[in-house]
């Protein structure tokens, strides 16, 4: 399975933000659109993300106030990144070895989409099922066995 087949099924919502949008803007979209991440662009090309890590983070340092803290000082500046022929296997690798919740998909420069680590998670649940399903059947449908002839004496 490829990432393209995962934002297929996903659809293509995409919620996008600037360096320069304050940090409580964010967490307001964040909140209000139930999603753990922001694509940050800037003159139309990928920048950073910004996920609820980065929000935690702030949160912490700040003494639970945002203030007036801008999106660009605290974005991760160098995400992880995927494209759409990577294979859903090499996705959970590198999400898994980076930490990463959050994999935006790039055509080149072209941001395609994002997909979580939920999204890997339930194509591969839907694969397993899909696939444990077709064995169940082919084993149901086992064509029987002639017993074995008699030996001649």
Do not use: C
Not at 57 to 64: A, M, T
Not at 65 to 85: A, E, F, H, K
């Amino acid at each position: 399975m490829l990432v393209s087949e995962i934002l297929r099924v996903k659809g293509n919502a995409l919620f996008t933000v600037t360096p320069e949008t304050p940090l409580a803007d964010a967490i307001q979209t964040m909140a209000e659109n139930d999603i753990g991440s922001l694509v940050v662009m800037a003159y139309g090309e990928l920048v950073g993300m910004l996920t609820f890590r980065e929000i935690i983070l702030v949160l912490q340092r700040q003494g639970g106030v945002v203030g007036t803290t801008l999106i660009g000082s605290v974005m991760d500046d160098q995400p992880l990144t995927g494209n759409p022929n990577t294979d859903l296997m090499e996705v959970r690798r590198m999400m898994l070895e980076r930490h990463t919740r959050y994999l935006p998909v790039m055509d080149g420069r072209t941001l395609l989409g994002v997909i979580s680590f939920y999204d890997v998670a339930r194509a591969v649940h839907e694969a397993q099922s899909f696939e444990n399903k077709m064995l169940k059947a082919y084993i149901r449908d086992w064509p029987e066995e002639a017993a074995p002839e008699p030996p001649h004496a």
